[in-house]
């Protein structure tokens, strides 16, 4: 089946700090997606990105897909970027990476 | 406003009793889908639909039942809810192309904790 694999699992930041998430996936591309998963639990869709290049404020993602691999990329992090961010392909989603940024 | 609505966004019920958590999307969207998500084990497809009256098993449909009825509307029944299945639920809808369904959203989520 379907590999989605998200490094690295845990993340802390300082207030300020950029970061970059990773996700590697097994098949064609054809509906990557970022996702943000706030403390509340509500999941925040980022980026449609099955190619190319996107920007959104401070966070950006790109998607390789013959090297099938998605970066997102997180600039001038806050507190309020903390919480769980996915990666999903098709109908399979990553393991996450959690995201602390400190104050 | 496109949204995908669940009810409720918590629930705690007794084992046995039967319920319903329904999920609609205003979209017009041909793929729906439900998941769940626990601790250590992410987001798991439990049912999807393709199309009015098309439903299939994704990866951990045992004990839930789903209907497509109408376009808009994927209710997830639990017939005889265990403990095993508390969890966070989320419904999800997304069009559909030739290539397959693409870009997804999701709704609120509903907590449920069966005692």
């Known amino acids: 089946g379907i590999q989605v694999e998200q490094s690295p699992p845990d993340l802390i930041l300082q207030e300020g700090a950029n970061s970059t998430l990773r996700c590697n996936f097994s098949?064609?591309?054809?509906?990557l997606q970022w996702f943000h998963q706030n403390p509340w639990g509500q999941l925040i869709n980022l980026f449609y990105?099955?190619?190319g290049t996107k920007q959104n404020g401070r966070l950006s993602a790109t998607t390789v897909a013959t090297e099938r691999y998605s970066l997102l990329y997180i600039s001038s992090s806050q507190t309020t970027d903390s919480g769980v961010y996915f990666c999903?392909?098709?109908?399979?989603f990553g393991a996450g990476t959690r995201l602390t940024v400190k104050p | 406003e496109a949204q995908v609505t669940q009810n409720p966004r918590y629930l705690i019920t007794v084992t046995g009793k039967k319920l319903t958590v329904t999920c609609s999307q205003n979209?017009?969207?041909?793929?729906m889908s439900w998941y769940r998500q626990d601790p250590g084990l992410g987001l798991r497809q439990i049912y999807y639909?393709?199309?009015?009256?098309?439903?299939d098993k994704g990866d951990v449909p045992e004990g839930y039942k789903v209907s497509r009825k109408e376009k808009r509307n994927f209710p997830l029944i639990l017939e005889s809810p265990s403990p095993n299945q508390t969890s966070l639920y989320f419904c999800?809808?997304?069009?559909?192309?030739?290539?397959?369904?693409?870009?997804?959203?999701f709704g609120q989520g509903t907590r449920l904790t069966v005692v």
């Open positions: 639909s393709m199309n009015v009256e098309v439903t």
């Open positions: 979209m017009n969207h041909e793929y």
């Open positions: 999800a809808s997304s069009p559909l192309t030739g290539t397959g369904n693409t870009e997804a959203f």
């Open positions: 990105i099955p190619s």
């Open positions: 999903a392909l098709h109908v399979r």
């Open positions: 098949d064609s591309v054809n509906n």
